[in-house]
């Protein structure tokens, strides 16, 4: 069925649209859904909008919670953000714990708007948002966005129509961002982020989001040079070497870069990697505690497909290496074991700022050398380069000199 699927994304035409039939699960009350389009049937969309592809959840196959457990949880975040100033100020270590227990999909919305910061960013920006869709925007960007709008979840009900609302409102979520922050504008690992943000909320809650993720969470991950996201990845093998000697020493012998995983782990956050359950207990925690969640999930990673000496052996090249982490098993990819286990690791929190303070000595350093480096380098050049003796020159210096 998954293939039947993408035959009818590849081959949509912008002139249909998505119809769906709609049952009640008898568990918790989640709507589950039959697609149609063109008179096709997909499989059966799972509870999270997909109807295939790697993100798709087979309803049979997945574990719920109880409905009163469901329940119950909903009463308390509904406390918590009707009262959200006093919960992060004084309560704040129990907002964390029902982070990490998973917050209600009811909820999940506006928890994240509230998390994030993007409800103050909104409430201080009125207007702002809509002036931005008003301006041109960059050319190059705008063309470099469009064609990037059809490989954003092209199996979820929001992006499946080519030229749809899902996709006109990841545009302009996009579009305004680069005019919001030009000296940046737009990464092509940015469109994940504002997808996933706009399944959960109206365009303008998940655009503010979204800057807030983009400016407060990951400053510098989507500038020029991604310096923010090297050096990232530079701490996570200094805290790889800490708890995981031996896949470290693994990895450097093999010259294996940081980078070849930063980019879709870390500057996706997770959103291509995981199942669609994990992503979202993963964002739940990353949004209330930071981008150390991403460090733990990255490190217990490596620790479950690269930490034992026969798996080591297994992977005697760069090659090996690559596929290893690109197929991690699935039963390492389950919420509840990635949430229990990145949790357990021995790792703390001051280990993590400490190894990011003595990385950021050395980027600074290394930069420092470079730039002098080259300074030299410029010097030896122009010291070797003979003067054109002509007379136009040796006019224009004898006038300088005077």
């Known amino acids: 069925m998954a293939n039947a699927a993408a035959v009818i994304v590849d081959g949509y035409d912008g002139c249909s649209t998505l119809n769906t039939s709609e049952d009640v699960d008898s568990d918790d009350g989640t709507a589950t859904t039959t697609s149609k389009e063109n008179g096709s049937v997909y499989k ?9 592809g790697s993100q798709y959840t087979d309803p049979t196959q997945e574990s719920r ?7 119950d949880r909903e009463l308390k975040w509904i406390d918590m953000l009707e009262n959200w100033e006093k919960w992060m100020s004084k309560r704040f270590k129990k907002v964390k714990q029902r982070c990490r227990k998973g917050i209600p ?12 910061g993007g409800k103050f960013l909104l409430e201080h920006n009125q207007g702002r948002y809509e002036n931005y869709l008003s301006q041109p925007g960059n050319l ?10 059809d490989r954003q979840f092209p199996f979820h009900e929001l992006f499946i129509a080519r030229d749809g609302h899902g996709q006109e409102d990841l545009f302009s979520i996009l579009k305004a961002y680069t005019i919001h922050n030009p000296a940046d504008g737009y990464c092509q690992a940015q ?16 655009f503010w989001c979204f800057v807030s993720v983009c400016e407060k969470y990951l400053p510098g991950y989507y500038s020029p040079g991604l310096e923010a996201v090297q050096l990232d990845g530079e701490v996570l093998f200094g805290l790889l070497k800490q708890i995981s000697p031996l896949t470290y020493k693994h ?17 996706c956050v997770y959103a291509r990697t995981l199942p669609w359950s994990s992503v979202l207990r993963i964002w739940d925690m990353f949004l209330c505690e930071g981008v150390k969640v991403m460090f733990r999930v990255a490190l217990l990673l490596f620790r479950c497909v690269l930490g ?57 350093e290394n930069k420092e050398k470079a730039r002098i480096a080259e300074l030299s380098g410029d010097k030896s050049n122009d010291k070797g380069k003979k003067p054109k003796k002509n007379k136009i020159s040796e006019k224009q210096t004898s006038t300088s000199r005077t």
């Open 44 to 52: 059966e969309m799972d509870r999270y909008g997909f109807v295939g």
């Open 65 to 71: 919670l109880p409905v009163a457990v469901i329940r």
């Open 105 to 116: 999909p009811s909820m999940r919305a506006k928890a994240w708007l509230y998390l994030s």
């Open 140 to 149: 190059q960007s705008l063309e470099e966005i469009r064609k990037d709008l």
């Open 251 to 267: 990895l450097k012998r093999q010259r294996v870069e940081p980078v070849l995983c930063m980019t879709e782990w870390f500057m």
């Open 308 to 364: 034992r000496q026969d798996q080591l052996a297994e992977c005697p090249s760069l090659y090996e290496i690559v596929e290893r982490l690109r197929r991690v098993p699935s039963e390492f990819l389950q919420e509840e074991f990635l949430v229990r286990e990145c949790l357990r690791l021995p790792i703390t929190e001051r280990d993590m700022e400490r190894e990011h303070q003595r990385q950021l000595v050395r980027w600074k």
């Open 191 to 206: 469109a994940p982020l504002a997808a996933v943000l706009l399944m959960h909320m109206p365009a303008e809650h998940a």
